[in-house]
């Protein structure tokens, strides 16, 4: 299934007209879809090319993932963690190695531009496997200091079957944070690709599973509220490990609830980017528009849960930061996504392209608001596709729309703000709580506001993605557990067995 030399930044498909179908892995086959259907794969930098079709999984693909990952548990989880670590550090270099080739599939396949997006994502993957392959051994137990007669200690187990649902935004580095976590930790896995974007799943794994027993690592295709549903319902799962919208996640957790499965739910946000006065002085604003340009993930389409959405700027420089700030937005390049002068790349597709301009459209229908930057019609010449430039609101009130709604695309919005307590309660008035940006050159200020504000990762000064190791997950509505951290796949991909032996 590998990814022709041709189909690099010279435009031409990834798969030629006889290989289009690219089938599902299940218990180490690669299959087609028990009813036989298949869905057309559309790249976003390109309307209505099919790039693939995959299979159109439903309940009977996903019992029988069930059944071969069942049958491949106890032997993974009862491996020597050197022997996992083994093959998580093997697939990490293999990764490595099909890097390239993963961020070509990567553009034609999510529309994330190549240079800025796609080749951070494919690294980051590799990365994971690499770290979790490093502390396969820190998934150990403890003894308690309970007298010469009692051993008393604990296991740490692992789950046994993981449902792992992705959504489309970077597919490679949402499964970066699950499957080698799992693996890890003695569990079995069965993703479940989003519909969207299925492609780069589908080869990572069949990268990943020439080091993996069969059942190990199995990969479904086909629609949520099938072949995903099938998954979440399904007895034989014993967690769901859910990433994707606050709204499906709501139901996930409800469905996975009723039968009592294990659930983390990573969803959607709508965070603050807070500019204090001193972040902005003559010394620091580029730094800062630069920060926050990258925390808005503006080279990603903001097709990002961590987006920096809603950008607070203190009002004694509100215009000076808008000034620089729209100065370095509006010279990104949107363009290709296989092209390496490219910027920002494509909109996954025509649905969130739409619900993007409805809310540009609200925006603009607001009494007050301005328009500082409007790049929406901003199309590269003679490539249709779904391409919208960013837009930025300015006066923007934190009650509107698109203030609390999560967009998902190239859309800031700015607000004045004059108080500390004020920014840090309107920063807060949100039901999401994920990332957060404050920018500051005053520790006091800035950790006291770190402190302070409802999500589950802040970042002080500076803008770009999750570091590896680090805890992550949502307060509030942006989600349930941790990932991306030894502590995070602890929590979410194992569970304690205390035992008690009287010595004599
Ligand atoms: P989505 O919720 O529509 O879909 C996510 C996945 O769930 C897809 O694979 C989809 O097929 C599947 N799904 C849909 N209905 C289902 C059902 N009934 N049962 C089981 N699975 C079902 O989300 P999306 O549009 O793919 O992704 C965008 C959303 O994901 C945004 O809200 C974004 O914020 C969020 N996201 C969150 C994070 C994070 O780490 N917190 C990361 C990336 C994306």
């Not at 328009?371 to 010449?381: E, F, G, T």
Request: aromatic residues 8%; contains cysteine; negative net charge.
């Amino acid at each position: 299934m590998s990814v022709t030399a041709q189909s690099s930044a010279t435009g031409v498909p990834p798969f030629g007209a006889d290989e289009l179908d690219r089938p599902m892995l299940i218990g180490g086959s690669w299959v087609g879809a028990v009813g036989g259907e298949w869905i057309e794969v559309d790249s976003p930098g390109r309307r209505g090319l099919v790039i693939a079709r995959v299979p159109r999984g439903q309940d009977a693909d996903a019992d029988r993932a069930v059944t071969a990952a069942r049958a491949a548990y106890p032997a993974w989880a009862a491996l020597h963690f050197k022997d996992r670590q083994k093959a998580l550090l093997q697939i990490a270099d293999a990764l490595e190695a099909a890097a390239e080739e993963l961020s070509v599939l990567t553009a034609w396949d999510t529309g994330n531009a190549l240079r800025p997006q796609a080749r951070p994502e494919s690294q980051t993957l590799a990365n994971l496997f690499r770290y979790f392959g490093g502390i396969a051994g820190e998934f150990k137990g403890a003894v308690l200091p309970a007298g010469d007669d009692q051993l008393q200690y604990t296991r740490r187990e692992p789950l046994g079957v993981v449902a792992g649902i992705l959504p489309w935004n970077s597919p490679l580095m949402i499964a970066g944070m699950k499957v080698p976590a799992a693996l890890a930790a003695g569990n079995v896995i069965i993703l479940k690709a989003a519909e969207a974007a299925p492609l780069t799943i589908l080869r990572m794994a069949e990268i990943a599973s020439e080091f993996l027993p069969d059942g190990v690592l199995n990969v479904l295709t086909g629609f949520g509220p099938e072949v995903g549903e099938a998954l979440v319902q399904h007895r034989g799962v014993d967690k769901v490990s859910f990433t994707g919208s606050s709204k499906v996640g709501h139901h996930v957790a409800e469905a996975a609830g009723a039968r009592l499965a294990h659930v983390s739910l990573e969803l959607g946000g709508k965070s603050p980017n807070i500019v204090f006065p001193s972040a902005a002085a003559p010394e620091h604003i580029e730094a800062t528009a630069v920060g926050v340009l990258t925390a808005m993930r503006f080279t990603r389409q903001g097709q990002s849960c961590t987006a920096g959405s809603r950008l607070f700027i203190h009002e004694s420089v509100y215009e000076a930061f808008l000034e620089v700030l729209v100065a370095k937005v509006s010279a990104l390049k949107v363009g290709d996504p296989l092209d390496e002068a490219t910027d920002m790349g494509a909109i996954i597709n025509q649905k969130q392209f739409d619900q993007v301009t409805s809310y540009i459209e609200d925006g603009r229908s607001q009494p007050g608001v301005r328009v500082v930057l409007d790049a929406s019609k901003d199309i590269p010449a003679g490539l249709d596709g779904f391409y919208q430039g960013p837009t930025i609101f300015a006066q923007v009130d934190n009650s509107w729309r698109i203030a609390q709604e999560e967009i998902f695309g190239p859309v800031l919005v700015a607000i004045p703000w004059s108080d500390r307590d004020d920014v840090i309660r309107m920063a807060n008035d949100s039901h999401y709580g994920l990332a957060a940006y404050i920018w500051s050159r005053d520790l006091n200020e800035a950790l006291d506001t770190a402190h302070r504000i409802e999500s589950g990762w802040v970042q002080v000064n500076q803008g770009g993605g999750q570091m590896i190791g680090q805890s992550y997950g949502g307060y509030k509505t942006s989600g349930i557990g941790r990932e991306f951290s030894l502590e995070g796949a602890l929590e979410s991909f194992t569970q304690i067995k205390q035992i008690n032996v009287k010595l004599d």
